[in-house]
Each structure stands twice: as structure tokens, then as C-alpha cells.
């Protein structure tokens, strides 16, 4: 199992229930291709974008500390970028060390 990062910005054009119910999708999607989130997805709310995306001006923010297999997330990944309400994602690799930090990877 790999640790990533995952940051997605959903469209703060939909009220605060619909986004939170976006959280438990993509929980639900990262599940099903056989990872496990960690922890709780870290809601930072709506935020103002530094620039229009899409001629949307605000989003909610949210990151998730996700444990999978290599690429098995790019299902997921596939699934975010074709929603027309996640106007951005970053998935990244966390190093061993912060992953440890982070308490998702036992220390070896």
C-alpha cells in the first residue's frame, strides 16, 4: 500500500449539504477500488479561487490522506475529471517519511 494526498475543489455553486455529500462519493469510490481513506476528509470550506476556473469564482476545499495500491486510484481519478462539479483534483505520492509523520505507514 502507497500513501497519497488527494485535494479536490468542488463547486462552490452547490450549497455546503451537496459538497459534504461529495466527500462520502469519493470515500465510497476510493473504497471500492480497494483503498481506505485515513482518517477524516480535511474540510477547509468555501474559499475564494485566485483565478476563475470554469467562470466559477469560489470553491470548497477539502484534502483526504488516502492509503491504495498503485493505480488503483486512477479510476477515481477518471471519475473526478469527468464531474462537472470538481473543478479541480491533485493526487500526489506522500515520501515514507511524511506518510509515517502522518501516522498512515507503520515505521520500518
Not at 459534504?20 to 469519493?26: A, C, P, Q, V
Not at 470553491?59 to 462537472?84: K, P
Request: a positive charge.
Amino acid at each position: 500500500m502507497r500513501a497519497y494526498e488527494l485535494m479536490v475543489i468542488i463547486s462552490g455553486d452547490l450549497d455546503e449539504n451537496a459538497a459534504h455529500g461529495w466527500l462520502k462519493t469519493i470515500s465510497s469510490s476510493i473504497t471500492s477500488v480497494g483503498g481506505k481513506v485515513h482518517g477524516s476528509p480535511d474540510w477547509w470550506g468555501k474559499r475564494r479561487l485566485a483565478y476563475l476556473i470554469n467562470k466559477k469564482s469560489d470553491g470548497f476545499y477539502a484534502v483526504f490522506n488516502v492509503l491504495a495500491s498503485a493505480g488503483a486510484l486512477d479510476e477515481v481519478e477518471r471519475g473526478l475529471r469527468i464531474s462537472e462539479d470538481i473543478i479541480r483534483h491533485k493526487l500526489i505520492r506522500l515520501p515514507d517519511h511524511e506518510a509515517q509523520r502522518r501516522g498512515m505507514l507503520a515505521a520500518a
